[in-house]
């Protein structure tokens, strides 16, 4: 390969990778992607082991010549994955990549010419080797790392230890083109020759996504995994159940979607969630289930009433939004509703995922002095209770070989007692004392300050005020408890772990942004994520700590047209007149 050349003046204005690969070296030839570009897919001593499947619950090859090409039991084939992925990558390409003209001023010449013999990119190799070292010797970040060379001369060579970093190298091979205006002519790249060496910095990250509050349909979901693969995340948070509405079906418990559920054409059947799943898997995106217990679990009862405590009542006293009810902690009905269904649900989603969230925030004390089976609020009295339930549930999610995670109040409110493989997920404030406090105690943490990534902040309360009440705390200017809102620049500002100390920062595993359901419908679901979401994506992938500059600007504006392209209705990052005339709106 010639050397690299970091200078190009048809490609000044805009680079296009998100998020930022740690190695980028590139030229300034151009290539063209043929429209019969080929796969070349070779993988180590491929004749001794035939079958070679990537789980996704725990992201490693699992070697077995006892399993068929069949997906049902949670493992796809890596030839698959990538063929998969390969093929959405010329489909992006062909049909789906953008113009760049808004990132240049009118009338500039930004495109080749095409009346010159033309360079074709002809064939991708992709060489899978396990032992392939390529994450600076961070074994548990190897299976997303990956290299990917480009010649002068069109050679493309893509080098992975797993089919997750394949599935992530496609991803970054699609960004390295444009469209042409002449539509006849294909896709370009700018860039050759190239040279990208990449993998990510946390393990973890993840979106947490509200199906309960409003409708979001599987549709949604599936269409939300396409945009966070473009962006390098690998972990969808589904919340599942809240106060408000159960939309899950659960087979041995048919009640509970039948009368918990909005209505019957707003329930998730077990096709699906197998769906989704299996769509992340396809898409290298782990999906895994949170079923918030023992608190917003008020919908439990509209199908099991005797389960739940300080239902209908008023709720200010009793939950921190209506509808009040949670569980019973003393109950002997309780603990075998809670096997049925957990049973139920996990027996199928341990298939495609190696994660549990049983959820454990905001519960309300008060709510069990109306329970009979307690008839206290004290916390001396319920935390007992507490460490029990919550004892039982991680007991089913361990037989299913799943990894359990909660909220961070049943370590820091609650001191309970928990295995050391739980991952204690932090929220509240600036996350700063909560992560301090939970590694000290030895945990596994993920991050995600409500203070910085969650998305429904600073759209104003969905409560009213009550007209009878002349003291009721829903005034003007009507601001929510976390408001401002989080615009993509303080998003992307955040280092979650700025104070963490390096002896503790193998604990953290990752983190999570935040989309809770109140005011978020299907109608409004993509401008709520993006492209906030892709901000902190690339904090989870490159490296927290780093500003929002116009470099930053330039390169989300560009992964926000890519997205609009695939069909996600994402918001703008910035007015095209900036994005025309660069340096021209600093301060």
């Known amino acids: 390969m010639r050397p690299l050349l970091w200078y190009c003046t048809l490609i000044s204005s805009s680079f296009a990778l998100w998020p930022y690969p740690k190695h980028f070296e590139h030229g300034s030839s151009i290539l063209w992607l043929s429209t019969d570009v080929q796969l070349v897919h070779s993988t180590r001593a491929a004749s001794a082991e035939p079958f070679r499947w990537l789980w996704t619950s725990v992201q490693e090859i699992i070697r077995s010549s006892q399993h068929g090409p069949s997906s049902t039991n949670g493992r796809v084939p890596s030839e698959t994955l990538l063929q998969s992925a390969f093929d959405r990558m010329k489909q992006n390409v062909m049909n789906r990549s953008f113009v760049p003209q808004k990132f240049y001023p009118r009338g500039a010449q930004f495109e080749p010419v095409t009346d010159n013999v033309k360079r074709y990119i002809e064939r991708l190799v992709i060489e899978e080797d396990p032992q392939y ?15 990917i060379e480009i010649s002068e001369d069109g050679d493309a060579l893509i080098k992975i230890a797993s089919p997750s970093g394949g599935l992530h190298a496609l991803e970054t091979f699609a960004q390295l083109f444009f469209a042409h ?4 002519d294909g896709s370009y790249t700018p860039y050759a020759p190239l040279s990208i060496k990449d993998s990510p910095v946390f393990e973890h990250r993840g979106l947490n996504l509200d199906i309960s509050r409003n409708w979001i349909s599987p549709t949604d979901v599936m269409r939300t995994i396409e945009a966070m693969a473009a962006n390098k995340l690998n972990r969808l948070h589904i919340h599942a159940s809240d ?11 048919p009640n509970l979607a039948m009368k918990g559920a909005y209505s019957q054409a707003q329930i998730w059947r077990t096709e699906d969630l197998e769906a989704v799943q299996l769509h992340g898997t396809y898409h290298g995106v782990q999906v895994f289930t949170e079923i918030d217990l023992p608190g917003h679990t008020t919908s439990i009862g509209n199908a099991y009433p005797s389960l739940v405590t300080a239902k209908d009542v ?13 569980l019973r902690l003393n109950s002997s009905e309780v603990p075998p509703f809670i096997q049925t269904l957990l049973d139920d649900l996990l027996s199928r989603t341990s298939r495609h995922s190696s994660l549990f969230h049983l959820g454990g925030d905001e519960l309300n004390m008060n709510a069990y002095r109306l329970d009979p089976t307690v008839n206290s609020s004290s916390h001396r009295t319920l935390q007992p209770l507490v460490q029990a339930f919550i004892d039982h549930v991680i007991s089913i999610a361990t037989a299913y070989s799943l990894t359990v995670i909660m909220w961070e109040e049943m370590v820091l409110d609650w001191n309970l007692t928990l295995p050391e493989n739980v991952i204690i997920q932090t929220w509240r404030g600036s996350d700063d004392d909560a992560l301090g406090t939970i590694l000290k105690k030895g945990y596994k943490t993920i991050f995600g300050s409500n203070a910085h990534w969650y998305l429904d902040c600073g759209h104003g309360y ?9 003291d009721s705390s829903i005034k003007p200017p009507y601001l929510d408890y976390c408001n401002p809102y989080k615009n993509w ?7 979650p772990v700025a104070d963490v100390p390096q002896s503790r920062i193998h604990q953290v595993v990752g983190g999570e942004v935040h989309l809770w359901g109140e005011l978020t419908d299907s109608v409004s679901l993509d401008g709520m994520l993006w492209p906030r979401v892709a901000a902190a994506a690339e904090v989870m992938w490159s490296a927290p700590a780093k500003k929002p500059d116009e ?8 992964m ?11 918001g703008v990052v910035q007015m095209e007149w900036c994005l025309r005339h660069q340096r021209g709106c600093r301060l």
């Open 243 to 253: 106060a408000q509405s159960w939309p899950l079906e659960i087979p041995s418990l």
């Open 560 to 570: 926000r047209e890519r997205l609009v392209m695939r069909g996600i209705r994402a």
């Open 181 to 184: 205006s002449s539509t006849s």
């Open 489 to 495: 620049r303080h998003m992307y500002a955040y280092d």
């Open 462 to 470: 969905f409560v009213d005020p009550e007209p009878s009440n002349p």
């Open 314 to 326: 008023p709720w200010p006293e009793y939950a921190l939004e209506p509808p009040a009810g949670q």
């Open 551 to 558: 470099s930053v600007t330039r390169r989300l504006a560009d």
């Open 133 to 147: 070292n390529l994450a600076s010797n961070e074994r548990h970040l190897q299976s997303e790392a990956y290299t």
